[in-house]
């Protein structure tokens, strides 16, 4: 377990007749990013209180770098940071000054607070702002500041709640990168229902449906696994014979199902996916065909989404 960094068994929330999360059992390894993906209503905010201690599980233990956070051990505290859906700061501040507000709740000394609150600012890049109110922050802004109170007392593990929900795209685009720059230095538990913005960062991605997880794997792992039978290829322009030409040598291939031809473009559907890549490009050159694109189709982290959601 020395490389776990998140660590739950049969963790699971009730409400009523209402399972908002189904026995869960999870592992996640220290310095990986990893994207908690489901629709909303999905469990994914249960999870995240569940795994810091803010809500009584129904049943079930978790541990936070090897602190377990559901028996209200305070130590559990200092092992993670957390960033809410809809972080609230006291607007009429600035961040230098809700950072220091922050340090001192983690009873840290002032010369370190000083030092994590330059570092911070630095980080999320608001020492510019540093002096200005909160109230007159973009969504952006206010989501870096988020991060920057959530790591301030070095936490090994950062959950993230949503933290690309209400941004326009200069602002998800700021906070992805941000992330970035984080990894392998903390655990990140990203929950997301944009899949866009899990499939960017993450390394490990788990899929949970109706309070239930339903897949865990890593993220290249996925997405070959739901590799399509498919190979786009472009002919070059200023060939206008070169397509018709292809298309006819292509058609009596064994390994081909289907040909979809679009604006000098081919998309194969092929039977066999190692002879297709092993004959393709031969084929190309001893027919003299140009190319301009070759590409195998891989399938998107909402194709596979939803074809795993659907089951």
Not at 107 to 122: F, G, N, P, S
Not at 273 to 293: D, R, S, T
């Amino acid at each position: 377990m020395d490389n776990v960094a998140i660590r739950c068994e049969s963790l699971s929330k009730q409400y009523g007749e209402v399972h908002a999360l189904k026995p869960l059992n999870l592992t996640v390894d220290k310095g990986s990013i990893f994207g908690f993906l489901g629709r909303n209503g999905a469990g994914k905010t249960t999870t995240i209180r569940l795994l810091t201690g803010l809500a009584v599980p129904t049943s079930g233990r978790a541990w936070v770098d090897s602190v377990e956070t559901t028996t209200a051990n305070s130590a559990a505290r200092s092992r993670f940071g957390y960033l809410p859906q809809d972080p609230a700061f006291y607007s009429w501040m600035t961040p230098r000054e809700y950072l220091d507000y922050v340090g001192k709740l983690f009873q840290m000394d002032k010369a370190t607070r000083q030092r994590r609150i330059e570092e911070m600012l630095t980080l999320v890049k608001l020492t510019d702002a540093a002096k200005r109110p909160i109230r007159g922050f973009s969504g952006g802004m206010v989501q870096r500041l988020g991060i920057a109170q959530a790591l301030l007392h070095e936490p090994p593990v950062l959950f993230l709640d949503e933290p690309t929900s209400a941004l326009d795209p200069a602002g998800r685009h700021e906070l992805l990168a941000l992330l970035q720059t984080l990894r392998g230095q903390v655990t990140i538990f990203l929950s997301s229902h944009i899949l866009a913005d899990v499939e960017r960062v993450c390394d490990t991605i788990g899929i949970i449906h109706e309070g239930e997880l339903v897949l865990v794997a890593g993220r290249d792992e996925l997405m070959n696994k739901y590799a399509t039978d498919s190979v786009l290829l472009e002919v070059a322009a200023g060939s206008p014979t070169a397509v018709p030409h292809l298309l006819s040598i292509l058609q009596n291939q064994p390994w081909v199902q289907q040909i979809d031809q679009e604006n000098g473009r081919l998309h194969l559907h092929v039977h066999d996916v190692a002879v297709a890549q092993q004959a393709i490009l031969p084929l190309m050159a001893e027919n003299q065909v140009q190319l301009n694109k070759f590409e195998w189709i891989r399938p998107s982290l909402e194709e596979i989404f939803l074809s795993i959601s659907e089951q």
